[in-house]
């Protein structure tokens, strides 16, 4: 079976957690809080997880006592984190879909959440200006005054120099045998790379092969371009640095975060 390009479709949201096995969601999680306490000196209460995928930090905050609303825009996605949430037992969160520059606060306090994430790039997926108006004029209004957002990047200085015009990586478990090959085109005119996902999935029980392509369009960054951006919406960039990456700056490091705080009127 063989489908024309999507994003982020029912096919992907199927292995997606297979792809992403290996990803330290707990340590991540950890790492988010380290620094949300380094810069504010309590622990957030109320968070919301962006492009949350298929739930897996939205349960690791819930489990630490906060409150998660977890947004995605692909709807295989959500349905997944719903069931993954429910069974663990997890009550103290809500879930939606749709982008991330429209969604809808959940947040029980009505002064908005203290704590806004958006992990595995997400933010690059904000290639237009146009997005970035978007997002951030909506994030001004879920983040309360002082609140804080934490997102991890491709890095512009290591990203447009070496990167791989093509990879093939090959994932498998007890359902799935997957095949996925990515076609990398650099577009510096977009500070972007386009990359093309290729995958062949084999379902070993059924022996059905499924074959499909997405084209994501990601923009990589510079610390100095995000501080003038988010400086230009109200927010203030505390801190950044390599995301989980053996790199000891963010201009040799292929991921970095970011941690942009929501300013007062009044500063």
């Not at 330290?24 to 957030?44: K, N, S």
């Not at 904000?126 to 609140?147: I, M, T």
């Amino acid at each position: 079976m063989s489908r024309a390009d999507v994003h982020f479709s029912a096919a992907y949201s199927a292995v997606y957690d297979l792809l992403h096995r290996d990803k330290p969601y707990r340590e991540e999680a950890a790492f988010v809080l380290d620094r949300y306490r380094e810069a504010t000196g309590a622990t957030p209460k109320h968070a919301i997880d962006l492009a949350c995928g298929t739930g897996w930090h939205v349960a690791e905050f819930c489990d630490r006592g906060i409150f998660t609303q977890g947004n995605d825009l692909s709807e295989g996605m959500i349905a997944r984190a719903r069931t993954r949430l429910s069974a663990r037992g997890v009550v103290n969160h809500a879930l939606t879909v749709g982008p991330m520059e429209r969604v809808e606060s959940r947040c029980p306090e009505p002064t908005g959440f203290a704590l806004a994430t958006a992990f595995y790039t997400a933010l690059g997926y904000l290639v237009e200006p146009a997005s970035w108006d978007a997002f951030l004029k909506n994030l001004g209004r879920l983040l309360q005054p002082g609140g804080l957002l934490f997102a991890d990047l491709w890095s512009g200085h290591k990203m447009s120099r070496d990167f791989s015009p093509q990879r093939t990586r090959l994932f498998e478990d007890e359902e799935f045998s997957v095949r996925r090959i990515s076609d990398v085109t650099h577009l510096p005119g977009k500070n972007a790379l386009n990359v093309r996902f290729n995958f062949e999935i084999a379902r070993k029980q059924s022996g059905e092969i499924d074959r499909f392509s997405e084209e994501h369009l990601i923009r990589y960054y510079t610390e100095a371009e995000l501080r003038t951006i988010f400086n230009a919406y109200g927010f203030r960039l505390v801190g950044a640095g390599p995301f989980f990456d053996q790199a000891t700056r963010v201009e040799d490091s292929w991921n970095f975060w970011i941690l942009a705080q929501r300013l007062a009127q009044s500063e």
